[in-house]
């Protein structure tokens, strides 16, 4: 076995920590447009990489004030893989870090029932920072405030589709881009009516669940 194969299989197994991210969504003339920043190289994780705003769930959003719960089907959506609890800290965290990276907010405290959810996304095992991330989707109209936020993303502006697809993305986020370019082509009772959603595996690729 290769040295570095022979490693990897020696390294303990670390748990996916539980993360969400949220795609601001801007419609202009027909064409997606999602917000999107840049990680700095001291970043650990997907350093040096365009990405959607979000972060790992923390303890507070367990129990962080909320002005409106989840839509049904997204609670629903959400709930397959996740405790009513966690579903809703999912959502929380997805807000939080919005304000966080971004300055935009969802009110204060956040609205959660413009949030819709698109997908999930489970880094390997063998990796030294796991994450179950889940996707979020919420439109423009929902969101208020100026770009600005932390300094975690740099160069904060919304991408179309056709640009965002010719740059160098990291592989999950360029399959996050696809799918939701199928999920904008459905209608929106189709997309409330779906009894499964779909999650990305490294080995297996999407499956549904």
């Known amino acids: 076995?290769?040295?570095?194969?022979?490693?990897?299989?020696?390294?303990?197994?670390?748990?996916?920590?539980?993360?969400?991210?949220?795609?601001?969504?801007?419609?202009?003339?027909?064409?997606?447009?999602?917000?999107?920043?840049?990680?700095?190289?001291?970043?650990?994780?997907?350093?040096?990489?365009?990405?959607?705003?979000?972060?790992?769930?923390?303890?507070?959003?367990l129990t962080a004030p909320i002005a409106a719960g989840l839509s049904e089907a997204t609670e629903r959506a959400l709930r397959k893989k996740a405790s009513e609890s966690l579903a809703r800290a999912l959502a929380t965290a997805a807000a939080r870090e919005l304000l966080e990276e971004t300055g935009l907010c969802l009110g204060t405290p956040p609205r959660l029932d413009g949030l819709h959810y698109?997908?999930?996304?489970?880094?390997?095992?063998?990796?030294?920072?796991?994450?179950?991330?889940?996707?979020?989707?919420?439109?423009?109209?929902?969101?208020?405030?100026?770009?600005?936020?932390?300094?975690?993303?740099?160069g904060l502006r919304f991408y179309g589709m056709t640009e965002a697809l010719t740059l160098e993305l990291a592989l999950p986020t360029r399959l996050v881009l696809e799918r939701l370019k199928l999920w904008l082509a459905m209608p929106q009772a189709d997309r409330d009516a779906q009894s499964e959603t779909p999650v990305l595996l490294r080995d297996r690729g999407w499956v549904m669940e």
Not at 130 to 139: G, I, M, P, S, T
């Open 118 to 154: 698109l997908a999930r996304a489970v880094t390997p095992p063998g990796l030294p920072i796991r994450f179950n991330a889940r996707f979020l989707v919420v439109e423009e109209r929902h969101v208020s405030g100026e770009l600005g936020g932390d300094g975690e993303l740099d």
């Open 1 to 61: 076995m290769p040295d570095d194969l022979l490693a990897a299989a020696r390294r303990p197994t670390v748990r996916a920590k539980h993360a969400a991210s949220l795609i601001v969504l801007r419609m202009v003339d027909g064409e997606p447009h999602m917000l999107m920043g840049m990680r700095g190289a001291k970043h650990r994780f997907m350093p040096n990489r365009l990405v959607f705003p979000g972060g790992r769930v923390d303890r507070a959003d």
